[in-house]
């Protein structure tokens, strides 16, 4: 069974920095790409950022592009999501989601995590 | 990237079929064959419907079909039933790693 497990989230001021982490199991981690999405509770899906299988294909949503920085460790089955210079906007429900294929143009996310909550206050 | 545009709500009795529309642009619907779309019932995470515009995860029942036209992707939910309520997002490759959500629609069971 695919289980994917976040952590990291919290409350931390504006213009600090988090560092978000998935544990992946149950799966070949290192065949597939991940994703991070977010969710403002009560609000709509908004997918941040994407790697593919071996990191060759890396993508951001326009408005954390420059701030935040995904990587993933296949060796350690885990993925991770630094984000700097955070904001308001930025409160939201992080996901780590599993792509069904390893490369960069792989719409299908079928698997999702439960999320880990940040929010950014001061 | 600009959130895809969906209607905010679609309503319809059971046993009818109602059709959620998804609007993008030449930059992501209207290039890329790579539009999924996900129902999210409150409180739990996504579930995909559909992918690659038309095709549906092994299991999933035929009632939910995928389409596009242009730059605009729907998806049809025939046969509507009172556990089709719920939240529906579509999404799409929008090149160079990066993809986009549509702003999502509340499917009401009358």
């Known amino acids: 069974e695919v289980q994917l497990v976040e952590s990291g989230g919290g409350l931390v001021q504006p213009g600090r920095s988090l560092r978000l982490s998935c544990a992946a199991s149950g799966f070949s981690f290192d065949n597939y790409a991940m994703h991070w999405v977010r969710q403002v509770p009560g609000k709509g899906l908004e997918w941040v950022s994407s790697i593919s299988w071996k990191s060759g294909s890396i993508g951001y949503a326009d408005s954390v592009k420059g701030r935040f920085t995904i990587s993933r460790d296949n060796a350690k089955k885990s993925l991770f999501l630094q984000m700097n210079s955070l904001r308001r906007e930025d409160t939201a429900l992080y996901s780590c989601?599993?792509?069904?294929?390893?490369?960069?143009?792989?719409?299908?996310?079928?698997?999702w995590g439960r999320g880990t909550l940040v929010a950014v206050s001061s | 990237q600009s959130a895809l545009t969906q209607p905010a709500s679609v309503s319809g009795s059971p046993g009818q079929s109602i059709t959620i529309s998804c609007t993008g642009t030449t930059s992501d619907v209207g290039t890329y064959n790579l539009v999924s779309w996900y129902q999210q019932h409150p409180g739990r995470a996504p579930k995909v419907i559909t992918y690659?515009?038309?095709e549906r995860p092994s299991g999933l029942s035929n009632r939910f079909s995928g389409s596009k036209s242009g730059n605009t992707a729907s998806l049809t939910i025939s046969g509507l039933r009172a556990e089709d309520e719920a939240d529906y997002y579509c999404?799409?490759?929008?090149?160079?790693?990066?993809?986009?959500f549509g702003t999502g629609t509340k499917v009401t069971v009358l």
């Open positions: 989601v599993k792509a069904s294929c390893g490369g960069g143009g792989c719409a299908l996310l079928d698997s």
């Open positions: 690659d515009v038309s």
């Open positions: 999404c799409s490759y929008a090149g160079n790693g990066a993809y986009v």
